[in-house]
């Protein structure tokens, strides 16, 4: 095992739920920590779209997301070490994560060929072939210098029979041991192993346990919200999450809208990133406690209210829902950047609200009375 | 003539250069004052491309301008009165002012009828006949709630000839007219006289005298920048801005590069407005002193350096060159917010400097010494 003192992400357990799994805590790393559970913005190209990283700072975030895969294409991660690192890259002086590029190129590469070695995809930019191995992406991510980078890992759909999940655990556990092998800044950077076996107890408990053994400084578990649905994501979380390490942070990929947040903390995840605040915010379609809202709806034409009465983000403490909904008709770039800026600090005062309620010992009635954790996928009240 | 006391618009003469005529001043609006020269960036449909309201204030910017004929297609005056007027509504509490739309009609849309008494245009949302009078452009304007609003006026191409701007100052002087009369909100918005006239000085001198005799607050100088050239805007600013009274603020409108703008100041001109800075920044085009960059450009790829050396906006604080280039190749929102904001930045810092050699007794010196003064269209150095 690496000696404690070399570890460069490191989990303070603050206090746990005494009525499920959840957990209080804070994750350390070599630029800052930040309190668990957490939600981590996602800046997919190196920015988290629309916004200014003081903005970012502003909605309470703490660590923020890049994508391997979209950063090793363009600008190429040589040029962003050139740079001084994804921090400077990205003007985020605080902790980042990158993704291993596995996600994004099993689901939105044109792959040419996966094999046990390494999967071979199109460059969406130019057509060219590029090689990803586990070995790549992690010098790619020792490259890009995150404070946590996550081991290469093969994602299948939701809907993949067990067989193909069976060869997907079996290449993700050997992966996990070259991309471990391959690190070259294991001091600097906490390299997270991820959990696949996609809804099949059997093989996610020995995906669990395999990457148990080669002791990463975390865990993360993908192959959720793959369109296996909610009720099976519960039930491997339910599963899953117990087994991993309380010593360390545990982090679901991809996830997702409020109330999946809310289950997986359920059963002790500490950590979440998606790209529903953002994207949704850009077409406009905003988080609200008493549901969604889409502003372009007319009956916001001449609305004086902010987004959401009581928030205390920038957007809401300065324009009016009829104001945005002009910006989004006139195709202006701030009805984006005010509607992603809101639906970050939704996500982040509901985070924080869920660590207050650990903190009194109140959680279970907070995750029963507060609106805010029942909201899913549903469309806006308006739209049904 | 109105009483002083209840005039919304006061220019205050803090110091007159010895050597030229420019002048040091302040205005001051029932919002607010600002010091001239001044700079004002253009939120032509309620908002300022690509920044919120707290980077535009961050710039230095203390009044802003937007545009009547954009907004009264969309959203609709009626709309943004009901949202609480144009300071609620862009979230900006300082000085606001608007133009007539006269300028966007003569020069944007598809015009179907000029007569004595109106424009009849074709609107370029849905294609609606839509009639501006004098006194529609100043009910709009009364419902848009600006500090400073403008003179519904006619402005002829910079080739046009004599007969045509002979036309166009009979009417901007009959409108002139007919905006004071249909101004019902006169102790609240100053409302300014435009000078028309073309390269003419007979034009111009008369349309200044008789706008003059009609006392209003304050006066632009407009059919400048619209075709005629460098050297013929430079001559009849010579000409016009010492005809017009020292004690109310006088407005360039629509111009333009620092040079243009320092040469103006030279006159005696006070405030401008121009969508430059914006517009440039969001096809990557950076002022800087030492001339203006493409950051586009492939030398910036592993560029450490801010967009400029010693620049303070939270562009340059925050972001490399390298990292800006990616984010316009990569499509991102980020890098037309960085260089806009750079750009007004630059605009702000170099009217601060103005305004410190007026106060100094040295603004003829700057003027000669300072690079930025000298800038012009040119390409930037790399394009030549």
Redesign the interface.
Known sequence: MTPVSDVPVRYQLIRKDTLSGARLGRVTTPNGAFDTPAFMPVGT???I??L????VAATGSQCILANTY?LML??GEK?VA???DLH????WPGPILTDSGGFQVFSLADINKVTDEMVVFKSHIDGAMVELTPKRSIHVQNDLGADIIMAFDECPPGDAPWEVQRRAVDRTLRWAEKCKVAHQRPTEQGLFGIVQGGVNEDLRGECAQKLIEMDFPGYAVGGLAVGEGFDAMKKVLGFVTPMLPENKPRYLMGVGFPRDIVTAVLTGIDMFDCTIPTRNGRNAYAFTAAGAIRIRNSRF??D?GPIEEGCDC?ACR???R??I???F??G???G???VSLHNIRFYQRLMADLRQSLADGTFTRFVENDPRCRLGPAAPAEDV
Chains 1, 2 share one sequence.
């Open positions: 190209q190196g920015t779209k629309g200014l990283p003081d903005h979209h363009r600008p040029t050139a740079l001084g400077r890259f990205m003007a034409t001449k004086t920038y300065t324009f009016t009829g104001a909904r002009h910006y008709f006139a202006e770039m701030l984006p950047m005010l």
